[in-house]
């Protein structure tokens, strides 16, 4: 009896592990709950490549109601950023905007399977409560990878073999006149 529960023990062990491994394989973003309505920093990480090959261009679809996006400069990687227009015009800091970042590109880099690294987002996030996917593609030396499904639950996310990087953002909670966040 006691050699059974050992085998089950370290089976339940190992299978936590590898799910753990596997949840940290993904390409997140970091922090993934903000405020509504704030300006927010964020990074996508990138924790591994396409299999064995190196990572040189990471492409960042910018979700819908982001207005102001600044992508962090990294040494070594060249920034591209593709404006798409807005179907009509909105106020932003007393001025009309009429286009908006829609992908930001890092490429040129070299970021080997065995590193990670971190590509940040400076942000001003929308006002309405909600998730904003942030869909990756990682193009590597050899193939690539789009990190770009959709969900609602954990357990679609966990169904997922690339879920997209994720924000979830939520009104402010006011006490005392502070923000808690």
């Known amino acids: 009896?006691?050699?059974?529960?050992?085998i089950i023990t370290t089976v339940s062990i190992v299978a936590v592990s590898l799910s753990a491994f596997q949840a940290s394989a993904?390409?997140?973003?970091?922090?993934?709950?903000?405020?509504?309505?704030?300006?927010?920093?964020?990074?996508?990480?990138?924790?591994?490549?396409?299999?064995?090959?190196a990572t040189t261009s990471v492409i960042v679809t910018i979700p819908d109601g982001i207005?102001?996006?600044?992508?962090?400069?990294?040494?070594?990687?060249?920034?591209?950023?593709?404006?798409?227009?807005?179907d009509k015009p909105v106020e932003y800091h007393g001025k009309p905007l009429t286009e908006i970042i829609d992908t930001i590109t890092w490429s040129g880099g070299n970021l080997p399977n065995e590193q990670y690294k971190d590509f940040g987002l400076n942000l001003?996030?929308?006002?309405?409560?909600?998730?904003?996917?942030?869909?990756?593609?990682?193009?590597?030396?050899?193939?690539?990878?789009?990190?770009?499904?959709?969900?609602?639950?954990?357990?679609?996310?966990?169904?997922?073999?690339?879920?997209?990087?994720?924000?979830?953002?939520?009104?402010?909670d006011m006490h005392a006149g502070h923000v808690m966040n």
Not at 26 to 45: D, E, M
Not at 138 to 156: L, M
Request: with cysteine.
């Open 67 to 86: 207005l102001s996006v600044k992508p962090e400069n990294l040494a070594g990687w060249k920034i591209d950023i593709v404006k798409k227009q807005l």
């Open 124 to 172: 001003k996030l929308p006002a309405d409560a909600g998730r904003l996917f942030f869909k990756t593609t990682q193009i590597c030396t050899e193939g690539k990878s789009a990190w770009d499904g959709e969900f609602t639950t954990p357990e679609e996310r966990s169904a997922l073999d690339k879920p997209s990087p994720y924000l979830d953002t939520h009104q402010s």
């Open 26 to 53: 993904h390409v997140t973003l970091n922090p993934n709950t903000a405020v509504a309505g704030s300006y927010f920093n964020g990074k996508i990480r990138i924790p591994h490549g396409c299999g064995e090959f």
């Open 1 to 6: 009896m006691r050699h059974i529960l050992k």
